[in-house]
T-cell receptor, first 116, second 112 residues
């Protein structure tokens, strides 16, 4: 149980294009999901908290217009990187917190984004 | 917000020896402290966690201790094995954010 999937696992795009990443909780409902970013050999940085049915909460320094988050159902959150640039290249990982739990998060496998 | 410091950044131990990784946090309101293991290119895997109403928790070769007064918590791995080699992250849930604040990670190397 407690499986989280992410799609795609890898994506390469040209500068200026937009990329959508999906995060799904496969066997539990998650009103709250999180998006993290990880640079090579670095730690995970919380970007935003995704809440089903309401606006996402962004961490300081994260541009909400650049990283669009939609949490349309209790099992799906999407992150869209708009007008991507090479500096947006990174490993993006989502996590989901099962409803009824206030603490534990389960992570997706991550998406490697490369912007040319 | 929350600030989590983790040490050491790299730890090399002989197979069979113990490994200890230490973290400190800044927000006294934090009440959940998970530890994750991440292998190269893979997702972080929760290996053990501790909540603020507990001082110590053990799961086979892995244990975590928490000192709320000093605001630090530690991961202990005994009888280390080659498959323990990975990057380990501590985290805390304070700072007002709903998500986790992670330490910078410790690269654990188990020498055969």
């Amino acid at each position: 149980g407690a499986v989280v999937s992410q799609h795609p696992s890898r994506v390469i795009c040209k500068s200026g294009t937009s990329v959508k990443i999906e995060c799904r909780s496969l066997d539990f409902q998650a009103t709250t999901m999180f998006w993290y970013r990880q640079f090579p050999k670095k730690s995970l940085m919380l970007m935003a908290t995704s809440n089903e049915g309401s606006k996402a909460t962004y961490e300081q320094g994260v541009e909400k217009d650049k990283f669009l988050i939609n949490h349309a159902s209790l099992t799906l959150s999407t992150l869209t990187v708009t007008s991507a640039h090479p500096e947006d290249s990174s490993f993006y990982i989502c996590s989901a917190r099962p409803d009824g739990r206030w603490d534990t998060q389960y992570f997706g496998p991550g998406t490697r984004l490369t912007v040319l | 917000g929350e600030n989590v410091e983790q040490h050491p950044s790299t730890l090399s131990v002989q197979e069979g020896d113990s490994a200890v990784i230490k973290c400190t946090y800044s927000d006294s309101a934090s009440n959940y402290f998970p530890w994750y293991k991440q292998e190269l290119g893979k997702r972080p895997q929760l290996i053990i966690d501790i909540r603020s109403n507990v001082g110590e928790k053990k799961d086979q070769r892995i244990a975590v201790t928490l000192n709320k007064t000093a605001k630090h918590f530690s991961l202990h791995i005994t009888e280390t094995q080659p498959e323990d080699s990975a990057v380990y992250f501590c985290a805390a849930n304070g700072g007002g954010a709903d998500g986790l604040t992670f330490g910078k990670g410790t690269h654990l190397i188990i020498q055969p």
